[in-house]
């Protein structure tokens, strides 16, 4: 194994370079090549300095003898840093000290990355070769041009330098006893370092034995490495005198500065002693205030000074707004007139206080002789009640009774009635949608069975009837007054089907105000209006023609409450159960099933239309009933139309729900490419930014729902885009609005994309209802609509 090879004692590692030394950068660089931690090809020489820059000379470089510092056996007296103590010395010495610790630390690590840097070895040895010889050339000839502008400021700073060495040789023997003390204590700590250094990589001695023989050959380098410094050495000397007259530029150069420096100080000087004038002066007058204010502070005195100028303003005013004499005798005689008033009020005071007891006794026997007359009359009621109960069970217990005995009587009385019992054929063969919805619309408006006229636009009446295919929970909305409930009622008529309306209370609360309760100690099922109306549409009479229960104000209350089962058996198919235990003689079109209770089919002839104004005393309808339904708003306003000829039968017609259905299955067949173009536009123009700005996406419910409604509005005389706009406007966009999270920059996007795309779907119409709605939604946010 080869040993690393020691620096001299007088050269110590650690050594701070100053200035007029040979750079500590450059002698690390030489350790590190012999210690095989830096490529050979690096030289002590840095490869982007050139030689002066490297190898500076100051005052201190040579010795009297005119021995240079790179001889080995000579100290370099210019390492010793000027007009430092020796404490500060120590310092340094012991921090660098410290740093080669950390740095021999890591000399495991460098070593496993001397095989890479080996292998940039030929490289960086070329391109050093190069350097030096292009600086070699370059020196001669800048040294060569500055020796003549320089000989005769070289002697004047040489006597300058010899009182320099003469000062600093004192300081060298002071440093070098301490130099020599410190160096020996770092050997004896190099060595113990040492020591441990080999324990520890006594596992790796084998792998450094192999690169034994690599050390050699960078050791061979290193003597061919010197050669080319001792000729460098050679041109080292050439170039002293330059140098030396560049370290004396430098020293004109500081002197010149301390010289300005001084100037400076002295101009200082001259300020500071203005202002020590300025501050005596101040003092002066500061003495001369003591002698007049006593101990008292300037900033007291002020204060009393303003207090007193306030003092005295405010006498002034004091003494300006005092009254005359006159004004004090009225003012005496104001206040005994107060003083006459205030007995007065007092006395009226305990008069009122006095009337006012006497009023609360007379309220308070008014009240309760309200509450014993209400008392009264509700005995009276009861008395009643209990009157029509006890004839009630009378007749129940008579067999000889004509009473209907039963759960169900409202229900059985049906049964038994001969006019639901019959079926009327119908009387009209439904030809075209589009003539019969041309039809209706007269007849609600001039026919025989309208006892006040009803307008209606023809838009309005198509959708109605799109609608009846679409669902069968409809929901007409609008101000007052618009016609909602007359709607139902006159198309029922037009087309000579049922109808029953039914108010919707505000205190509905579950299923038992809708369709009604059993009575467990009456044996008797109290029958709603509701229930009664859903039975009479299956009877015969009713069963093959439409039949409407209108729902009048149906959001007084709320609908997901009261109206849920019939929300869930419309959208299952399935019956709606009355009870879930047996309740003995049923009606005759009731479903009962052993064990399982009683339930009552709903017929499909049925549509349930509810009516909704929105106002303060109303609630809202929940996305799950607006997503089930068909959803219609009346305009405000109503536009009168004349009577043309031939659009009215002459009679009542009474159309079957055979041929509505047939009439609906053909213009489904008819228009399936119209629906199938609304569902592509929908989804390749509205669905992202729906979803993506909006969170409002189109389910399956929904494009069953294009698919009944979009036929039948184009086959009724409609067209495509009239159609998609109002299922964009009443089942999509409905969601979007009054929104508190909305953006006006997205609404506004929407429409764009509506008003640019719409052309492709129907570019004879507009999307007058979508983009209504998203320009009404704009205001609400403070945007103006272009």
Known sequence: MAKKKKMPRNTPQTRSTQPGSVRKSDIEALKEILKGTKPLGTSPLSETEPLNKAYPISDGLLEEGGKTINQPNQQNQNNFPKNENLAKQKETFTEKQRKLEEERETLALQKKLQEDKERDLTNREEKLLLREIDADAGFAKRNRNALVHLEKEAKELQDEMSAHRSRMALERVAFEEELA????????????????AENQLSAKREELQEREEALQTQNKAIKAAKHQLEAMRELFEEDKEYFKEKVELAAAGRIEELESRNEALLERLEVSREERSALERKILEREEADLRFGTEKPEDVLFKLQLLQQERDDLRRELAERPCKEAILRLEELE??????????MGLRVEISALKQDLARREIAVIELESLRNHKDALVASNKLLEEDNKTLKEMIDPSSKHIVGPFPSCKEIDQKPEYNESIPPESNLCSLKDFAEEIRHEMAYGPQAKTPLFYSAEDVR??????AMSRLHLLQGI??????SLSRAFADAIGAGHELIAVQAGWRDRQDLIGYYNSFEKKFYEQQFLRALYMAGSPRYRDTPFFIVLDEMNLSHPEHYFADMLSALEAGT?????????????????????????????PNVW??????????TKDFADKTYDRAYVLELPPTIERFACSPGSLAGSSRRFSMEELNDAFRKAK????????????????TLTEILYKRFRVGCGNRLQKQMEAYIPVVIDCGGTIGEAVDHILASKILRKIRDRHDNQPESV????EKIENSWSYLDASNEPRKSLALLENELERLGEPVS
């Open 575 to 603: 019956s709606l159960e009355l009870s879930t235990a047996p309740l003995g003689e049923t009606p005759k079109r009731f479903e009962k099933k052993e064990g399982e209770g009683i339930s009552i089919h709903i017929p």
């Open 480 to 485: 007052s007054g618009t016609g909602k409930t």
């Open 336 to 345: 005994r007139i107060q003083e006459d008033r205030e007995c007065e009020k």
């Open 181 to 196: 003390r410190l160096c020996k204590s770092r050997e004896l700590e190099e060595e113990q370092i040492r020591r441990l």
């Open 748 to 751: 506004r996007e929407l429409r």
């Open 669 to 684: 067949e008819n228009h399936s490419d119209e629906v199938e173009k609304a569902s592509d536009f929908l989804k390749k």
């Open 463 to 468: 959708s109605f009837i799109g609608g009846l």
């Open 608 to 617: 349930f239309i509810g009516t909704a104004n929105h106002d303060e005393t």
